[in-house]
């Protein structure tokens, strides 16, 4: 077993929130330079720049875990990911018919953009990714899970976006693969006052908008190898994987 260093929290230009240096190229650079080994891509509502970030990281040697980061219809913020392209399109398909089209201001919101590894624009996106879509928590949460991908409410301790500002709670019924600290909360702060929830799998993840705060915080998984199935028996603690936090 080996040990590798994770941040599954990763914003790029396309999420509106997202820095225009956050690029491709310089989000590989910076997560290298930070000795991260596993990098999750989530920008708001989309997977489009996956693809284009783990052209540049296979050159590199960066395991990319492609993904998205969802809003809800009650404004909760989930991690989703996915091992296979297909999945990851239809996933993106699903979130484009649940997105509402409201048009994106770009000088309130900003540019939402889609690059190829160069970093060329290649699309646009109009319609404003942070919306929340017309799908509940469950119904994303069993779209993921149907599409055999990884289903992680995000920074669960946060007043804002998080599932326990949004319900008050963590439903019991709610099958999710592990739970997402911020970096200002370590997992013993969290059950303190959490304690229904400290058997389940945590991560920790930077939340990267801008490309200084790649790896601000990571995740350490340990895995036999690099890859999506190592990643999942990890969450579930099988065979001797595990995942550990900052306590």
Not at 138 to 156: C, D, M, N, S, T
Request: hydrophobic content about 40%; some cysteine; overall charge negative.
């Amino acid at each position: 077993m080996k040990l590798f260093k994770a941040d599954l929290h990763t914003h790029t230009v396309l999420s509106p929130c997202g820095d225009l240096e956050m690029s491709p190229l310089h989000i590989v650079t910076k997560a290298k330079e930070k000795g991260i080994d596993i990098l999750g891509i989530t920008d708001h509502n989309s997977t489009k720049n996956c693809k284009a970030v783990e052209e540049v990281a296979q050159r590199q040697g960066l395991f990319i875990l492609k993904g998205a980061e969802v809003n809800t219809k009650e404004e909760v913020h989930c991690l989703a990911f996915f091992e296979k392209d297909d999945e990851l399109f239809e996933f993106q398909l699903y979130m484009d018919a649940c997105l509402p089209k409201i048009k994106n201001d770009i000088k309130k919101f900003g540019y939402q953009v889609v690059v190829d590894q160069n970093e060329n624009i290649i699309e646009q996106v109009d319609w404003l990714l942070i919306s929340a879509l017309d799908a509940s928590i469950g119904q994303v949460e069993k779209k993921v899970h149907e599409l055999h991908g990884i289903f992680i409410p995000a920074h669960i301790d946060r007043s804002r976006y998080s599932i326990i500002s949004q319900l008050g709670f963590v439903p019991d019924d709610l099958n999710f693969d592990a739970l997402e600290l911020s970096k200002f909360m370590t997992r013993n702060e969290f059950v303190i006052n959490n304690n229904y929830l400290a058997d389940y799998p945590f991560i920790q993840s930077s939340d990267a908008h801008f490309v200084d705060n790649i790896g601000d915080i990571t995740t350490v998984f340990k895995l036999q190898n690099l890859s999506f199935g190592e990643i999942r028996k990890a969450l579930k603690s099988k065979n001797n994987r595990k995942v550990i936090v900052n306590e």
